[in-house]
């Protein structure tokens, strides 16, 4: 059973696990958008099956690569495998976007060297995931707690979207945020299991239709969200 947070790194971890924290996700739909347009996601129930398949597929493999961060693996290697776990290249695109948002956020926040290694290596951006993850380790977190942040971004980016894009009831997509808890919590415990087993054991699981969708929808001339 894990143990119980300090009271410090409960707090950090929620600082790095709220919405208003500066690292750019509200720009992005994670793959919402596009499944709003086609008719994949009217309404409360199609956002919750939206969201349950977003977090066991890309959600567990970002988790997994957050923990392992977290956990001290080398994010230079995590961040390859993260490039070999996201075939679309809008998806990798958006990932080392993000990245160097979270990254601005985190050494602001949580100044280290490790942070300071990772955005020499990777100027243009790491995946968001492996800096998530870096971040959560200089904030003194472990890799549940990386691996619980990137959960949650999982679902709640794609609600707050649909709120935005459906005029969804807010309630609603809270409730169905709180339907999935217990499937977040799962997804994090098995995201931080894998990652205490090395690089080699962290999971690839995959949604080709979002990156379908996720190509399309950069070519979409307008849109309100950056993917």
Excluded: N
Aim: one cysteine or more; glycine letters at 8%; proline letters at 7%.
């Amino acid at each position: 059973m894990t143990q119980p947070l300090p009271t410090a790194q409960r707090a950090a971890l929620l600082v790095l696990a709220d919405g208003r924290f500066p690292a750019g996700g509200h720009a992005h739909s994670g793959g919402a958008e596009a499944a709003v347009k086609e008719g994949r996601i009217k309404d409360a129930a199609g956002l919750e099956a939206f969201c349950r398949g977003r977090l066991h597929t890309t959600g567990l493999t970002s988790a997994a690569l957050a923990a392992g961060a977290a956990h001290g693996l080398d994010p230079e290697e995590l961040d390859a495998a993260a490039d070999a776990r996201t075939p679309s290249p809008a998806l990798r695109a958006a990932a080392r976007r993000l990245g160097r948002q979270m990254m601005r956020a985190a050494r602001a926040t949580w100044p280290c060297a490790e942070l300071d290694a990772l955005a020499a290596a990777f100027p243009r951006g790491a995946h968001q995931p492996v800096v998530l993850g870096v971040a959560a380790r200089a904030a003194g977190l472990g890799p549940e707690e990386a691996a619980h942040c990137v959960a949650y971004e999982t679902v709640s980016g794609p609600a707050t979207a649909t709120v935005r894009l459906l005029s969804l009831d807010p309630f609603q997509a809270t409730a169905v945020l709180a339907r999935l808890a217990p499937a977040m919590d799962l997804v994090a415990e098995e995201a931080a299991r894998a990652a205490r087993q090395g690089i080699d054991a962290l999971p690839a699981a995959s949604a080709p239709l979002l990156d379908i969708t996720a190509e399309q929808h950069a070519s979409w001339p307008v849109r309100l969200f950056a993917s």
